[in-house]
Antibody, heavy 125, light 108 residues
Framework: EVQLVESGGGVVRPGGSLRLACAAS????????MSWVRQAPGKGLEWVSG????????GYADSVRDQFTVSRDNAKNSLYLQMNSLRVEDTALYYC??????????????????WGKGTAVTVSS | DIVLTQSPGTLSLSPGERATLSCRAS???????LAWYQQKPGQAPRLLIY???TRATGISGRFTGSGSGTDFTLTISRLEPEDFAVYYC?????????FGGGTRVEIK
């Protein structure tokens, strides 16, 4: 079964840091680009960051550029999101997603086809 | 960046009725790169349609995607109780990916 399981969320003070992780299983992880998408409480979806299949290419939303860093470890079938200088407006459910950045076989960014259940990040004083 | 605007914000319909959801882009892009997702309360989004018109695996034939250029449509032919949810369109293909603001389909 294809599965994505996020972890690492929690409550943090403004200016703090968190590192999210996503464990992938049931598919060949290094065939796919991966993404992080977030959803603030009661709001819509926002693509946050993507990384290509081998980690050589990365992309960020303007709202988190220079603040968040995406990475992956293909040997561990894992995706990460390092979040620094957190702000109240970063409060959201963070989803790990398959797709949404370059795979090993496409010159375009494929659609997201699999989502994890999300991990909640709350930034509050 | 391409902005996607979905309308209406909320659609109030009865089971068995037809739902027509709109997604309009701020500039034209290839229909190969338009997806639709369904999200129910407390759940992650689920892929319904990609390439503007291709149903994802396991998706009912009640769901039809269409459109090109800047105007895209998701049609649900006859609403079933499980179809009441929020629907998002998404542009992919190039970075950044963008989502529309969503259309809530609620029971009238």
């Amino acid at each position: 079964e294809v599965q994505l399981v996020e972890s690492g969320g929690g409550v943090v003070r403004p200016g703090g840091s968190l590192r999210l992780a996503c464990a992938a299983s049931g598919f060949t992880f290094d065939d796919y680009g991966m993404s992080w998408v977030r959803q603030a409480p009661g709001k819509g979806l926002e693509w946050v960051s993507g990384i290509n299949w081998n980690g050589a290419k990365k992309g960020y939303a303007d709202s988190v550029r220079d603040q968040f860093t995406v990475s992956r470890d293909n040997a561990k079938n894992s995706l990460y999101l390092q979040m620094n200088s957190l702000r109240v407006e970063d409060t959201a459910l963070y989803y790990c997603a398959r797709g949404g950045f370059y795979s090993d076989s496409t010159a375009y960014i494929p659609h997201i086809d699999i989502w994890g259940k999300g991990t909640a990040v709350t930034v509050s004083s | 960046d391409i902005v996607l605007t979905q309308s209406p914000g909320t659609l109030s319909l009865s089971p068995g009725e037809r739902a027509t959801l709109s997604c309009r882009a701020s500039q034209t892009f290839s229909s190969k790169y338009l997806a639709w997702y369904q999200q129910k309360p407390g759940q992650a989004p689920r892929l319904l349609i990609y390439g503007a018109a291709t149903r994802a695996t396991g998706i009912s034939g009640r769901f039809t995607g269409s459109g090109s250029g800047t105007d895209f449509t998701l049609t649900i032919s006859r609403l079933e109780p499980e179809d009441f949810a929020v629907y998002y369109c998404q542009k992919y293909g190039t970075s950044p990916l963008t989502f529309g603001g969503g259309t809530r389909v609620e029971i009238k």
